[in-house]
């Protein structure tokens, strides 16, 4: 690897450290304000750190669960979102959307977690 290319790595990487960092700040942002009762605050924050993460080709983490997989919208467990823990079949959490009313199952088992 040349010079130049080393360097650009490491440009792309810092880049990506910061936009990490940028989304992890709008998010955190996110979730005080949707606690305080500003949903359309923190919704505007929450859509501006996905679309960062889109711009970047940068992974949203574990705030990936704050988003409908359905409408794309910001949910907070409480006020737009409904979260339950149900074992039959399998243990599992089911997020409903109270948006667009679609429901999302994640797996609790040990080898389907991942974070
Ligand atoms: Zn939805």
Redo the contacts with the bound molecule.
């Keep these: 690897m040349s010079k130049k290319q080393r360097y650009k790595r490491k440009a792309l990487r810092l880049r990506k450290t910061l936009a990490i960092e940028h989304i992890n700040s709008l998010m955190n942002q996110a979730m005080l304000l949707a606690s305080q009762g500003n949903i359309r605050l923190a919704e505007r924050a929450a859509s501006l750190a996905r679309k960062i993460a889109r711009w970047m080709g940068v992974r949203m983490g574990k705030w990936r669960y704050f988003f ?1 997989r ?2 794309k ?1 910001f ?1 907070f467990p409480g006020i737009t979102a409904r979260v339950r823990i149900r074992s039959n079949r399998f243990t599992h959490i089911v997020i409903y ?1 109270k ?2 009313r ?1 429901i999302n199952r994640i797996r609790i088992t040990k080898q389907h977690t991942r974070y």
């Design positions: 409908c359905h409408c919208s949910i959307c948006k667009c679609n």
